[in-house]
């Protein structure tokens, strides 16, 4: 009755009614009364059959595991004939057919677990009809044994049908895993059974769940941005002296970044109090403390059980477009916004000095580099110490080996023409500092536009009285740098000349050498290592002190440029793609999930990396084409994120965020039973590759108003740009994957043809051409990538594409009879788990539309009669 794995179906319904002059539309209100209370409490209900005395129902009623059922509850099943169905099943215009009532003991006890009863009258006496009842299987345990009663033994009731857990791996003949309980929240689940073209029986159970990664991935990264920060302040104060100017910069810069530092700080505290629902409603989406979480984010799940062929999951992650409402739209989004940005910043003037996007990126990375490979080195050069202290030759040579792999990379970090040319402005920039000539550093002619010395400030303010320092020198930064890998040497010489006495000193019969008698009196080995050692640091930490000032400098052009812009264009990023990635880590984790047993889908994950299709349903008209500019930019940003699997040591299982803007690290973690299936490659730390793809296409009115009188060229431009990142994707999976990878019913012509067709849709320009989305989909689908669907709260237009999406699914892949898709897709809309989506944003079942707006809408688009009407967004 009532689980993922057995729902019971009002089957057949047989009315007698004085009415025989018109046919009925009947629906089956379902209520429950508990044994111990005696209250009748309404439960659910049916869709509503038109045009007939003998409906066959196609939804089914479902109560969650930790639903108070026994055996000693009663069912009452109401029958209502509709009169006007503009109105929800709640309070829609109905008549009083008839109703019966039985126990959930009956039904399991009977006969092949159904029941046909008699509906009579509300007074019990008169017949009015025959309702049939069933309770159908859905799917097995790992066993083969289907969910069973157990029985209490000190109260004798018997709870009916208990939920299977993920622990107990509901995963059937086909090893389909369930919505993993560590990561998801109130799961809702409605089934249905419709017929399929050669009038079999398909069985359906949807879900929806939340995921407590809404708020537990922008907790992490808001905590990674304060670190961040802080040590970027401090990089800032650490640059030592500068003149007036550049020091008067650096205060002010300081001061802005401290006031954004508390903003940070005050949202991870604000976020820290919140002990409400795992999910945030479509109403709070202009909150100031919950801008960082996603909107409404659901993991919307389809298994489909049907006749001949194997059980199917199709799963969509639905969030409302990552993009900041508190900050507004008055201006635009992210790509409009940084565009005009940038543009401005190039012409500042002379009051600082202008280093293009990519140098600035360059300079993070350095630092970056730079704070992760100091702290290793340091430790490898104490493991090398300790080694020679116990003279244990094999810990020596891998204490060595480890040490030289790690100063290699340190070293080559500063081979880089920025960072040469950042020391000399940096120089520049001291007190009293003059040059012969005018500060242009080395070869930035070569270099074109990413860096501009005008008037320079250091030398528009120079007075007789400053005093004069020695000229630049160039080569001192080559010196320096190469220090590191000149005492890096010493250190390997020494441990081979120490491990070459060591040999020589064992040679006959374990007798010692004489003259490795003389090295041992002479000082062991850590005492002959440790000078040598002590110059390495030293020298690293000449290198560190210049490199991080001159970062530190071109950082604080970057800030001080476009102050206070840069500093709120970099906080409305962080939070765009704080929803991004929250949305972006549940499809990952789900997608490796279901994906475990396949061994094709992990070659591909570690051999190509997977895709993640994003489809829109924003208008690029008003607010929304702010919105819609910050949802591109936002997952444009994802492409920068990796996944790393690792074993879990505790029973904490959720996943874990490593690094800094530009370059994150999603650590997830999978139990031991669970990290044992994973190929070799992944279980050593691979890091796995996303490829994101966004395509949009407005359906509501909005749009409307947009191709008519306004402008849709961003939309065009975004599904250009994303059929070549998914071209890419295409191009590299075909060359590094076997044909036989994908599943068996998918054949690369097919995706080829397809990708075709989607290139043609996009040239066409075709208002509202929703098969964009349609093929987009089917594509993503056909190379195991990850489903997204977003429109601005994943309410209403998102609830209408999917409950599509499903239906066309069914219709394509599992042979859905043609003349049951539209009843399919209305039971969908009216009794599924999108209309519980919608109760639970704006506590009404009501989609956010009016007859108006659904004129413009798509016709696949619009929501059955009573399901719509005003309603909060």
């Known amino acids: 009755f009532i689980t993922s794995k057995r729902l019971p179906l009002l089957n057949r319904l047989d009315l007698v009614t004085a009415t025989r002059d018109r046919k009925l539309n009947t629906f089956i209100q379902v209520s429950v009364v508990h044994p111990a209370e005696h209250v009748l409490t309404r439960y659910s209900s049916t869709e509503i059959v038109e045009g007939t005395r003998d409906p066959l129902f196609l939804t089914g009623v479902t109560f969650p595991p930790e639903y108070p059922i026994y055996e000693e509850t009663k069912i009452k099943l109401t029958v209502y004939d509709v009169k006007d169905k503009s109105q929800d099943t709640v309070s829609i215009l109905r008549s009083f057919l008839g109703c019966t009532t039985f126990t959930v003991g009956d039904l399991v006890k009977s006969k092949e677990q159904q029941l046909t009863l008699t509906l009579r009258t509300s007074d019990g006496g008169k017949t009015v009809g025959t309702i049939e009842v069933n309770l159908v299987k859905m799917g097995e345990l790992e066993d083969g044994e289907p969910c069973h009663i157990t029985t209490d033994s000190q109260d004798q009731k018997c709870a009916l049908v208990r939920e299977c857990t993920a622990s107990e791996g509901i995963s059937g003949k086909d090893n389909l895993p369930s919505l993993n309980a560590g990561d998801v929240k109130n799961p809702i689940c409605k089934l249905y059974r419709f017929p399929t073209s050669d009038n079999k029986w398909m069985r359906i159970r949807e879900q929806m769940a939340e995921t407590i990664l809404s708020f537990h991935v922008p907790k992490e990264l808001i905590n990674l941005h304060i670190k961040e920060d802080m040590r970027r302040n401090q990089e800032l104060k650490d640059l030592g002296e500068l003149a007036p100017h550049w020091d008067n910069m650096r205060k002010s810069v300081i001061a802005h970044c401290d006031q954004m530092l508390s903003v940070y700080q005050d949202t991870l505290a604000e976020l820290g109090k919140h002990t409400g629902s795992s999910f945030k409603s479509s109403c709070s989406k202009g909150e100031k403390t919950l801008e960082f979480i996603p909107i409404n984010l659901h993991l919307q799940r389809m298994h489909v059980h049907s006749p001949r062929l194997k059980d199917a999951l199709y799963d969509v992650i639905t969030v409302g477009a990552p993009a900041a409402h508190f900050q507004g739209f008055k201006n635009g989004g992210l790509r409009k916004l940084l565009s005009k940005f940038e543009a401005e910043r190039r012409n500042t003037g002379y009051q600082c000095i202008y280093y293009s996007p990519e140098n600035t990126a360059k300079a993070k990375e350095v ?507």
């Open 367 to 873: 630092l970056s580099n730079i704070n992760h490979l100091q702290p290793l080195i340091s430790s490898h050069a104490d493991l090398l110490l300790n080694s020679a202290s116990q003279h244990s030759p094999d810990s020596l040579k891998n204490s060595l080996k480890m040490l030289s792999e790690k100063t290699e990379l340190f070293v080559h970090a500063f081979k880089d023409q920025l960072v040469r040319s950042a020391l000399l402005a940096l120089y520049t920039a001291r007190p009293g500092c003059v040059l012969k000539k005018p500060a242009v550093p080395r070869n930035s002619a070569e270099e074109g536009d990413d860096l501009k010395h005008q008037d320079h400030p250091s030398q528009v303010k120079r007075q007789d009285s400053i005093p004069h320092h020695s000229e630049y020198d160039e080569e001192e930064w080559d010196r320096v740098w190469a220090n590191v890998g000149k005492s890096l040497n010493c250190v390997i010489a020494m441990v081979d000349k120490l491990l070459e006495k060591d040999d020589s000193g064992n040679v006959k019969d374990g007798e010692i050498d004489p003259s490795a008698a003389d090295c041992k009196h002479a000082g062991d080995w850590y005492e002959q290592l440790y000078p040598l050692v002590i110059t390495l640091k030293d020298c690293m930490g000449e290198v560190v002190t210049r490199a991080k000032q001159s970062m530190a400098f071109v950082l604080l052009q970057e800030l001080a440029c476009g102050l206070p812009q840069c500093l709120m264009l970099t906080l409305r990023r962080d939070i765009v793609f704080s929803q991004a990635l929250a949305g972006l880590v549940c499809g990952f984790i789900i997608k490796l999930h279901t994906g475990l047993h396949d061994q094709g889908f992990l070659q591909q994950l570690h051999t190509v990396g997977l895709l993640v299709q994003y489809e829109g349903l924003l208008s690029t008209y008003s607010e929304e084409a702010g919105m819609l500019e910050d949802m591109a930019v936002g997952i444009s940003d994802l492409q920068k994120v990796m996944f790393k699997v690792v074993e879990a040591k505790s029973e904490d299982f959720l996943p874990i965020i490593t690094g800094r803007r530009e370059h994150y690290v999603i650590e997830v973690q999978l139990p031991a039973k669970m990290f044992e299936l994973l190929p070799q490659e992944i279980k050593e730390g691979k890091l796995l590759r996303m490829y994101p793809v966004l395509f949009n296409v407005g359906i509501n009115e909005q749009q409307t108003l947009a191709e008519r009188f306004g402008d849709t060229t961003l939309q065009e431009n975004i599904n250009q740009e994303n059929l070549e990142l998914l071209k890419e994707y295409y191009n590299l999976f075909t060359e590094k994957m076997p044909p036989d990878c994908l599943p068996h019913f998918q054949e690369q012509n097919d995706l080829k043809g397809l990708l075709e067709n989607l290139h043609q849709n996009i040239q066409a320009k075709k208002r509202k051409n929703v098969e964009i989305m349609w093929l987009a989909a089917t594509i993503c689908r056909k190379l195991n990538g990850v489903r997204f669907t977003c429109c601005k709260s994943a309410k209403d237009r998102t609830s209408m594409s999917v409950t599509l999406e499903q239906c066309s699914i069914l219709r394509d892949e599992h042979q859905l009879h043609k003349d049951f898709f539209i009843r399919a897709l209305d039971c969908m809309r009216r009794e599924g788990c999108r209309i519980e989506n919608v109760l639970k944003n704006v506590k009404c079942r009501k989609y956010a539309f009016n007859m108006i707006q659904l004129m413009a809408f798509p016709k696949y688009y619009r929501p059955p009669e009573g399901t719509y009407g005003k309603t909060d967004t």
